[in-house]
C-alpha cells in the first residue's frame, strides 16, 4: 500500500532554505561585492600580484554533498595557508598528537602569520595555522618519510577535493625565490631543535602544499569534510578520523585567521581559514562547508571580499555557533 504521505526530502540549507533561494542569494552576494575594490594584492610573493584582482566567487557545500556556486568559481588559485588545517591533520594522522605536539602548541599568539617574535620567546611554534607551525609540520612529514611526503600529502588534498589537484611550478618557483622570511623562521625551528637539518626538504614541501591549485568549490568541499568530522560528503570516503577533524576545528576557530581570530569568532563565530592568494574555508560542524574567493587582501592577509560574503552569510543564516 503505498505511503499515504510521501516522505518531504528535508533542505540542507539553513532555515529549510530551497537551493534555489540560497543560489539566488550568493548571485546577489557576488553582485553586491563587485564593487568593492578595497585591499592590496600581497607583493611578497611575484606570482600572486599577477591576478585579477577582481575576481570574486563564493561556494557552499551542504553535509550530505549538495554545492552551488557563484561568481568566478571557474578561475583557480593557489591554496597557499588553506592547506595548513589538513597538513598539520595528516601529521596526526601519521605520527599522532603527542609527536606532533612536541614540535608545535595549540595557542593563538596575537601576532602576524608570518611572525617569528613567539618562536624566539619560546622556542616552540604556537600553533599549526601559522607559518612557523606550517613548516614544522611540514617537516616532521618529510623527516618521517622524505621520498614519499609530497605524493602522500598532494593524495590527500585529492581525496579532500575529489579530484586530482596539481602545483602551480610557476608559484612555488616565485614563492621560493623570495622565501628570505620562511627561510628565516625554518633557520630559527632548525636553531631550538624543532626540526632537523634538511631545511630545503622542509621548505620544499611547505612551499608546495602552498601552490597546489584549487577552484572555490574544493574549499567549500574540503571544508564540508572537516563539517562531517572527516568524510568527503561527494565521495563518502573518510579522509581524515573524526578525533582529528574535531582537532583540527579547534584550531582553525582560535588560530585559523591569524591575529584577527578573535574578531573573527566575534563577527562570524565559525571555523575559518585564510590563504594569502585570496581565499577563505569556513565550517560549520556538522552541517556545512562555505568559501569565499576574491584576491584583494586586508593588513592581516585575509581577503576583503571574502571576509564581507562569509559575515554576510553567518549572520542572515544564524550559523555562529555561539548563538544560543
Ligand atoms: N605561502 C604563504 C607564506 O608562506 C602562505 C601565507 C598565507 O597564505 O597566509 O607566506
Redesign the pocket.
Known sequence: MPDPQPAVASSPWPGGRSSAQVQAQLDALVAQLRPERGGEL?G??PELANVDGDACALAVCSADGELLLAGDHAQAF?L???S?PFVYAQALELLGREAVHRKVDVEPTGEA??SIVELEEDHLPYNPMI?SG??AMSALLHHADPDGAWARLRGMFSQLAGRALHIRGGIARS?LSA?H??RAIAWLLRHFEVIGDDIDGALLL??GQ??LMVEVADLAVMAATLARGGVQPRTGERVLSAAHARDVLALMTTCGM?DSSGRWAYEVGIPAK????GGILAVVPGRLGLAAWSPRLDAH?HSLRGQAALRALAQDWGLSLFTV
Do not use: D, H, L
Open positions: 600581497p611578497y610573493i593557489s597557499q595557508s588553506m595548513k602569520f608570518n607559518n606550517a613548516i614563492e622565501s622570511r620562511n611547505y612551499t602552498c601552490a591569524y585564510s590563504g594569502v592568494s592577509g
